[in-house]
Protein backbone atom coordinates (compact mmCIF):
# COMPACT_ATOMS: atom_id res chain seq x y z
CA UNK A 1 0.00 0.00 0.00
CA UNK A 2 1.46 3.38 -1.28
CA UNK A 3 1.55 6.68 0.77
CA UNK A 4 1.20 9.15 -1.53
CA UNK A 5 -2.20 11.31 -1.71
CA UNK A 6 -5.19 9.82 -3.54
CA UNK A 7 -4.81 6.86 -2.20
CA UNK A 8 -7.85 6.33 0.51
CA UNK A 9 -6.36 8.66 3.12
CA UNK A 10 -8.29 11.46 4.07
CA UNK A 11 -6.81 14.18 5.82
CA UNK A 12 -8.57 16.12 8.55
CA UNK A 13 -7.47 18.80 11.42
CA UNK A 14 -7.11 15.89 14.02
CA UNK A 15 -5.39 13.42 11.52
CA UNK A 16 -5.33 11.19 8.36
CA UNK A 17 -8.33 8.39 8.44
CA UNK A 18 -9.20 5.68 6.45
CA UNK A 19 -12.13 6.25 3.25
CA UNK A 20 -13.51 4.11 1.26
CA UNK A 21 -16.18 4.08 -1.36
CA UNK A 22 -18.03 1.09 -2.08
CA UNK A 23 -20.88 -0.53 -4.13
CA UNK A 24 -23.27 -3.45 -2.22
CA UNK A 25 -26.29 -4.34 -4.01
CA UNK A 26 -29.21 -2.43 -1.81
CA UNK A 27 -30.36 -5.79 -0.33
CA UNK A 28 -27.13 -6.56 1.19
CA UNK A 29 -26.27 -3.62 2.49
CA UNK A 30 -27.57 -4.52 6.23
CA UNK A 31 -25.03 -7.82 6.09
CA UNK A 32 -22.14 -5.74 4.83
CA UNK A 33 -22.47 -3.16 7.48
CA UNK A 34 -22.98 -5.71 10.08
CA UNK A 35 -20.11 -8.17 9.05
CA UNK A 36 -17.78 -4.97 8.74
CA UNK A 37 -18.66 -3.02 11.83
CA UNK A 38 -18.77 -6.49 13.94
CA UNK A 39 -15.06 -7.39 12.28
CA UNK A 40 -13.87 -3.87 12.64
CA UNK A 41 -15.06 -3.34 16.28
CA UNK A 42 -13.03 -7.09 17.62
CA UNK A 43 -9.82 -6.62 14.96
CA UNK A 44 -9.09 -2.25 15.38
CA UNK A 45 -11.41 -1.48 18.71
CA UNK A 46 -9.03 1.88 18.47
CA UNK A 47 -10.39 2.70 14.94
CA UNK A 48 -13.65 4.68 15.21
CA UNK A 49 -16.18 3.60 11.87
CA UNK A 50 -18.31 6.21 10.47
CA UNK A 51 -20.35 4.84 7.43
CA UNK A 52 -22.70 7.38 5.08
CA UNK A 53 -23.66 7.42 1.61
CA UNK A 54 -26.19 7.15 -0.95
CA UNK A 55 -27.63 3.68 -0.30
CA UNK A 56 -30.35 4.42 -2.73
CA UNK A 57 -27.88 3.25 -4.88
CA UNK A 58 -25.85 1.05 -2.82
CA UNK A 59 -22.73 3.45 -2.33
CA UNK A 60 -21.64 3.29 1.06
CA UNK A 61 -18.71 5.42 2.57
CA UNK A 62 -16.86 2.96 5.21
CA UNK A 63 -14.33 4.94 6.63
CA UNK A 64 -12.23 4.19 9.77
CA UNK A 65 -10.47 7.27 12.10
CA UNK A 66 -7.72 6.45 14.03
CA UNK A 67 -7.18 8.27 17.97
CA UNK A 68 -5.78 11.25 16.73
CA UNK A 69 -2.26 11.30 18.98
CA UNK A 70 -1.29 8.00 16.66
CA UNK A 71 2.08 8.29 14.41
CA UNK A 72 2.28 8.07 10.71
CA UNK A 73 3.36 4.36 11.27
CA UNK A 74 0.20 3.68 13.70
CA UNK A 75 -2.05 4.95 10.98
CA UNK A 76 -0.90 3.47 8.46
CA UNK A 77 -1.20 -0.02 9.87
CA UNK A 78 -4.38 0.53 11.03
CA UNK A 79 -5.35 1.66 7.44
CA UNK A 80 -3.92 -1.42 5.70
CA UNK A 81 -6.23 -3.75 8.34
CA UNK A 82 -9.08 -1.59 7.69
CA UNK A 83 -8.93 -1.89 3.90
CA UNK A 84 -8.48 -5.64 4.27
CA UNK A 85 -11.18 -6.12 6.77
CA UNK A 86 -13.60 -4.10 4.85
CA UNK A 87 -12.97 -4.61 1.38
CA UNK A 88 -12.67 -9.20 2.51
CA UNK A 89 -16.52 -8.57 3.97
CA UNK A 90 -17.92 -7.46 0.56
CA UNK A 91 -17.94 -10.87 -0.84
CA UNK A 92 -21.75 -10.87 -0.09
CA UNK A 93 -21.59 -9.89 -3.86
CA UNK A 94 -20.28 -6.24 -3.60
CA UNK A 95 -17.85 -4.00 -5.86
CA UNK A 96 -15.04 -2.61 -4.76
CA UNK A 97 -14.79 0.60 -5.78
CA UNK A 98 -11.07 2.51 -5.02
CA UNK A 99 -10.79 3.84 -1.75
CA UNK A 100 -10.09 7.64 -1.98
CA UNK A 101 -8.53 10.54 -0.52
CA UNK A 102 -8.81 14.40 0.15
CA UNK A 103 -5.28 14.11 1.38
CA UNK A 104 -2.68 12.05 2.67
CA UNK A 105 -0.87 10.75 6.03
CA UNK A 106 0.23 13.60 7.84
Known amino acids: MAL ?4 GRGSE ?3 AYY ?7 IASIPAFLDAAL ?5 SLPKGQPITYGHVGDG ?10 H ?10 ERAET ?5 MASGGRRRE ?6 IP
Request: aromatic share 10%.
Open 4 to 7: PGGD
Open 38 to 42: AELAV
Open 59 to 68: NIHLNVVPPP
Open 85 to 89: LIFEN
Open 99 to 104: PFSNGS
Open 19 to 25: RTDVSVP
Open 13 to 15: PGG
Open 70 to 79: WSKEERYVLF
